[in-house]
């Protein structure tokens, strides 16, 4: 089963909204990220969890929030955010995080308005 | 940090075969790891290269010289269906990034 899910997979946020990002995956994988993709660009990685702890934090406005709050879930909080964050985000988990492969779940698509 | 090069566009004809090159600067590398993006849709794994030398998974085959930091995805028999965007990425070692390419736009005409 090489499947990430996430919920939901459409959303659209008012400005002072404060909405969450669900993020699964029973892979074993302890590895967990989320990316940022805007229309006709590569994603952009955002934040990474290894093995249920944050290693890396691309410099994210902290409007952005992420929790692990187990192996298998990865959550991403968003509270006050911009019309210019509208965009496809994107879990992933791979086996560790020296591995190469990532598995991506189908996205959340995000409208600020 | 990591960059990658890879070509903006690339068009074939039905039954086919496309290659598309992949060029990465790395500080340390665990590996390059390719992915398939269609309209609207979120990235699927389709191959991943820790070692150099070429690995095969059915019409697709990925390729990898570490000495050249240089890597290719393979699509032969090409369909209408492997129209959509292809990405190279590359995790760092000193880092454990996965970063990625700008991507390559593969369109397949009849």
């Known amino acids: 089963d090489t499947e990430v899910t996430q919920t939901p997979k459409h959303l659209v946020m008012g400005m002072t909204n404060k909405k969450s990002l669900k993020c699964e995956q029973h892979m074993g994988h302890r590895a967990m990220y989320w990316y940022k993709q805007k229309a006709k660009k590569p994603p952009e990685l955002m934040f990474v969890y290894s093995y249920e702890k944050l290693s890396i934090n691309e410099s994210v406005p902290s409007r952005f929030s992420p929790e692990c709050p187990n192996s298998s879930l990865l959550n991403l909080h968003l509270h006050a955010l911009q019309p210019e964050d509208s965009a496809l985000y994107l879990c992933a988990s791979s086996q560790d995080r020296g591995r190469a492969e990532a598995f991506f779940g189908q996205g959340t698509r995000l409208t600020v308005v | ?110």
């Open chain 2, 1 to 110: 940090g990591q960059s990658l090069e890879q070509p903006s566009e690339v068009t074939a004809v039905e039954g086919a075969i496309v290659q598309i090159n992949c060029t990465y600067q790395t500080s340390g590398f665990y590996g390059l790891s390719w992915y398939q993006q269609h309209d609207g849709g979120a990235p699927t794994f389709l191959s991943y290269n820790a070692l150099d030398g070429l690995e095969e998974t059915g019409r697709f085959s990925s390729f990898l010289s570490r000495s050249d930091s240089y890597g290719y995805l393979l699509l032969q028999e090409l369909q209408m269906k492997d129209s959509a965007s292809y990405f190279c990425a590359v995790k760092g070692s000193n880092d454990y990034k996965l970063s990625f390419g700008a991507g390559t736009t593969v369109t397949v005409r009849a």
